[in-house]
């Protein structure tokens, strides 16, 4: 009788051919970890001779690299509290390679959490235009929001919403979309072999119908000229190549982009590549393709703050007043307060109603009775030199353990709110108060 763990062989060997057999000798190798270094906070330069563990280039990213050393507890260690980089898998990062994101475009991310596609469209947007992160399932945005601030994204939306009702509310907004779809996942087997045993032919087939309808919803909110890119982390043909030929055949206002295969494997389609672990990553397929430009519907979206009464006005005011305090050089950008939140609203923004956002921009504190309490993640997105006060510690301070564990800790300088920097890059902050910092690293994030 034939097993599913038969079936998916008959898959593999149906696209991989003569290379099967040693796709499956390395299936029992031991998976790629890898490293995108985040350059809104730490250049490549600097940031590896800081690392605790050995990598190698990634041929898959610009600032790409395979984890070669032991990277135990990675997640607990300063820099990635600091958000230097985000661990991914290797050949993950191609589809943001293919997207070619660049300063000022506006970009969404249909399909984002836990976020690490939406640091790398980040990092190459340079905190200009507009990153916006939708994730359907709403405790995973949460994740997806929390990984925003320790990237230190200031440029961005961060969405819970249905594919279908966010693309039609932003119709032709974005100059590029990317669709990082839910897949069968068959790039995760080496990490998980037992997994192979639950792969069915009916999933892979219930998973390429979703995937084709939310790359119907992301065409609309792309743009005329636009740029799609689609990926999955899975081999199977229905769910890449099959879906990629059905939407072209359901939208023939999209063409193929000829893509770069030193990226991956050949593809039959001249638009896509197809990463093994025969290339070096656990297993991802990209395609590239383009909307075409009929002189059709382009419309224009502005963000408007509705008329303020006075009280809203007077906490502005006072928002203002005390970032005055906080920043040698207050950030621009339009100040909102909403249910005494106050934000500091990207420059690009569209109407955002109806589309579930969770954060517009940067969350920059919280008004209690009039006095203004800033939030962390108004530090972790600029750079140290912003700030009037700055505790500046090196990895070998043993003040940086001491504030990731959330302790109180030595500090000069003057009182007031304190950003935190470790190496360089603001991770927090704290409240000085003769030579002492009040510890206000959240309790979520501290290396207990
Ligand atoms: N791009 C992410 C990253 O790089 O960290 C990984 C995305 S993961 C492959 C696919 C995501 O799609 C999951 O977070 C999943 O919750 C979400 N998803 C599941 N069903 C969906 C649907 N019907 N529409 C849109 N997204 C869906």
Not at 133 to 157: D, P, Y
Not at 175 to 203: Q, T
Not at 317 to 326: G, H, K, N, Q, S
Not at 421 to 427: K, L
């Amino acid at each position: 009788m034939i097993n599913s763990s038969d079936e998916y062989k008959a898959e593999i060997v149906r696209i991989l051919g003569g290379d099967s057999t040693r796709f499956f000798e390395m299936m029992n190798g031991e998976p790629y970890r890898g490293i995108s270094v985040n350059r809104l906070k730490i250049s490549p330069e600097r940031l590896l001779p800081l690392l605790p563990f050995a990598v190698e280039k990634s041929p898959f990213y610009a600032d790409g690299y395979y984890i070669t050393g032991d990277a135990e507890g990675i997640g607990r260690h300063p820099l990635h509290h600091a958000g230097a980089f985000y661990v991914q898998e290797p050949s993950a990062s191609s589809a943001v390679s293919l997207l070619d994101a660049a300063p000022g475009e506006k970009i969404l991310d249909l399909c984002a959490a836990p976020g690490g596609k939406s640091a790398q469209i980040a990092s190459c947007l340079r905190g200009s235009g507009l990153i916006w992160s939708n994730e359907v399932v709403k405790n995973r945005a949460q994740i997806l929001l929390s990984n925003f601030e320790r990237m230190g994204i200031g440029n961005g939306v961060v969405s819970s919403c249905y594919p279908e009702v966010l693309c039609a509310r932003l119709e032709g907004y974005f100059d590029k979309v990317l669709v990082d779809a839910p897949c069968s996942g068959e790039g995760m087997f080496r990490k998980d072999p037992a997994a192979v045993d639950e792969w069915s032919r009916e999933h892979v087939i219930s998973c390429s119908e979703r995937q084709l309808s939310i790359l119907g919803s992301a065409a609309k909110a792309l743009k005329e000229g636009g740029i799609l890119v689609y990926s999955t982390c899975t081999f199977s043909y229905e769910e890449n190549e099959g879906v990629i030929a059905e939407f072209l055949k359901r939208h023939d206002d999209f063409e193929m982009c000829e893509v770069n295969d030193d990226l991956g494997r050949r593809t039959e389609l001249p638009c896509a590549v197809r990463i093994t672990p025969l290339e070096g990553g656990e297993g991802h397929f990209a395609a590239k393709l383009k909307k075409r430009c009929t002189g059709g519907y382009a419309p224009a979206y502005t963000y408007n703050e509705a008329s303020r009464s006075a009280k809203a006005d007077a906490a502005v005011r006072t928002v203002e007043r005390e970032l005055a305090d906080i920043f040698k050089d207050v950030p621009k950008g339009v100040i909102s307060v909403r249910n005494d939140k106050a934000f500091i609203l990207p420059d690009e923004l569209p109407d955002v109603s109806g589309c579930g956002v969770i954060r517009a921009g940067i969350l920059a504190g919280e008004l209690k009775r009039n006095r203004f309490e800033p939030a962390h993640s108004l530090f972790t997105a600029f750079a140290p030199e912003r700030f009037r006060r700055v505790l500046e510690l090196t990895l070998d301070d043993r003040r940086t353990g001491e504030y990731l564990r959330g302790f109180e800790t030595d500090c000069g300088g003057a009182a007031g709110y304190t950003a935190v920097a470790v190496e360089g890059m603001v991770t927090g902050f704290g409240k000085c108060s003769s030579g002492r910092l009040k510890n206000k690293y959240p309790k979520g994030l501290r290396n207990l």
